[in-house]
């Protein structure tokens, strides 16, 4: 029993373990957690970089008071006489300049005065003129102060604070310069890391309370519009900032308005939709029966009777289309293209055939390279072009122009290759141009829906092209069509 009781308690302090690791996890990973991070090691990458030249120059000053002190024991040596020194004196002097041989440099030849018993026997020596050195030396010396081997010893060559007294020159162990400046690292360490601690804080705070709560916010509102868009509780609140963030939240609260307008309109439309859809199916019933008298009329002995009868005929086959029309565009929407390599002049080819054998034959020129593809759904480009050809075709009907010819002729505009389809009929006024590709806009046709445009459009642009209307005016008017080249 016991034992099992112990296992629970194991058992609950390892969750409670991995909860709490998974927690700093978690906040390590957060935005603030970054934020914190990365202001703590900025600060410290700065510390660093100023170390560097602050090593070297306590090196420089530690290497200066020893050549001060020991020009100080040569001036003691040479007077010894006149002040009454004694050995044990100029021992104490060359104990406290931490220096094992004091000597002067005369017309560049280095003149031991002073060195304690023993000397410094066989151990390495490495000699520093400071006069000489620049920053960068400084620092990679300093640098070579810590990677020293044991027992070297460093010659310095300098002339003392006191002025024009010639050089001085002295040997000290290295041990000691290393052992200072390893002290010294150790203070500017920790006092690196309460600054960066401190700096660290006071920039995260800063950039919390400016930056990430704002953004945070933005985010939530974000995320609560996404989940209920037609709430207005999910506006987001505007801070009236005037700074990039002021203007997230003023271009944010505008989308959102934006947005619930449309849904607003969206479901005004979609019951529209359903009302003018019942009202289309009943209107469809009576011009069934409309279309069987008129039928019968047009049979009529009576040539009048008849005539007026054609007519009928074609009024309701109009009306009936113009049903079927709105309907099928009610209903559909278009699937995502299957984009493959197409070859282009055989795709024209097969949609003017197309067109010619419902609408009426016509003098088709097709002017693009047999070798041209693009990248499109072989479907969706086969619809673009015959809805094209039947609207050229019944506007050159319509027209007095000598010759019924259309043209395709191709032009290349950076990744995009350009196709014109070009007629030779009255072109397009105005007044139609303003709204021809919109649904249900004004048509040359008076048995025209005004639907065909925009499908073009429509399935041009899900592909990652487009449709326009290049030229309106006489001898005929040019549609352009943009589509993807291959290999473009």
Not at 239 to 265: H, K, N, P
Not at 311 to 337: F, H, K, M, N, W
Request: charged share 25%.
């Amino acid at each position: 029993m016991e034992i099992r009781v112990n296992n629970q308690h194991g058992a609950a302090r390892q969750a409670a373990a991995i909860q709490a690791i998974k927690a700093v996890r978690k906040a390590v990973l957060s935005m603030p957690g970054k934020l914190l991070g990365l202001s703590i090691g900025f600060v410290m990458l700065a510390e660093i970089l100023i170390f560097f030249p602050s090593a070297a120059n306590y090196r420089s000053d530690w290497l200066i008071e020893r050549t001060d002190d020991a020009y100080l024991a040569s001036l003691a040596v040479e007077t010894a006489d006149e002040m009454g020194l004694g050995d044990e004196m100029i021992a104490n002097l060359l104990t406290s300049a931490d220096a094992v041989i004091v000597g002067r440099v005369y017309d560049g030849m280095n003149v031991p005065l002073l060195a304690r018993p023993g000397g410094i026997g066989a151990a390495p020596v490495r000699e520093v003129m400071l006069a000489e050195e620049n920053l960068f030396e400084r620092i990679f010396n300093t640098i070579g102060v810590f990677l020293a081997p044991e027992g070297r010893y460093l010659l310095i060559i300098d002339e003392p604070m006191a002025g024009d007294v010639g050089l001085v020159s002295v040997v000290v162990p290295e041990a000691g310069l290393k052992a200072d400046l390893l002290e010294y690292s150790g203070r500017v360490l920790w006092l690196s890391i309460f600054i960066a601690m401190m700096t660290g804080g006071l920039i995260y705070l800063c950039l919390m309370f400016m930056f990430v709560r704002p953004m945070r916010k933005l985010a939530q509102a974000m995320t609560q519009f996404q989940q209920d868009p037609g709430n207005p509780a999910c506006t987001v609140a505007l801070s009236r900032r005037s700074d990039e963030i002021g203007e997230a939240e003023s271009a944010l609260a505008a989308m959102q308005d934006e947005v619930r307008t449309a849904f607003r309109q969206r479901e005004r439309l979609a019951a529209l939709g359903g009302a003018v859809a019942r009202i289309n199916h009943d209107l469809r019933n009576v011009l069934t029966s409309a279309q069987l008298i008129s039928d019968r009329l047009a049979t009529n002995a009576d040539d009048r009777v008849a005539a007026m009868g054609a007519r009928l005929v074609r009024a309701v086959d109009r009306g009936i289309r113009l049903c079927e029309d709105t309907l099928q565009y009610g209903r559909s929407e278009e699937r995502p293209p299957e984009l493959q390599p197409v070859w282009l002049r055989a795709a024209l080819d097969d949609a003017a055939g197309d067109a010619f054998a419902a609408t009426g034959a016509a003098d088709w020129r097709n002017e693009i390279d047999e070798l041209m593809q693009v990248q499109a759904d072989p479907d969706h480009l086969h619809r673009i072009f015959l809805n094209l050809f039947r609207n050229a075709l019944q506007a050159m009907e319509k027209s007095d122009a000598p010759l019924i010819q259309v043209r395709a002729r191709l032009s290349r505009e950076g990744e995009h290759v350009l196709v014109e389809v070009c007629d030779s009929g009255p072109g397009v006024p105005d007044r139609i141009a303003e709204t021809l590709f919109e649904p249900f806009g004004r048509t040359g046709s008076k048995g025209g829906s005004g639907l065909g445009l925009s499908i073009v459009r429509e399935l041009a642009r899900v592909m990652g092209g487009d449709v326009y209307l290049k030229t309106r005016s006489e001898p005929g008017a040019v549609f352009e069509v943009r589509l993807p080249a291959m290999g473009g």
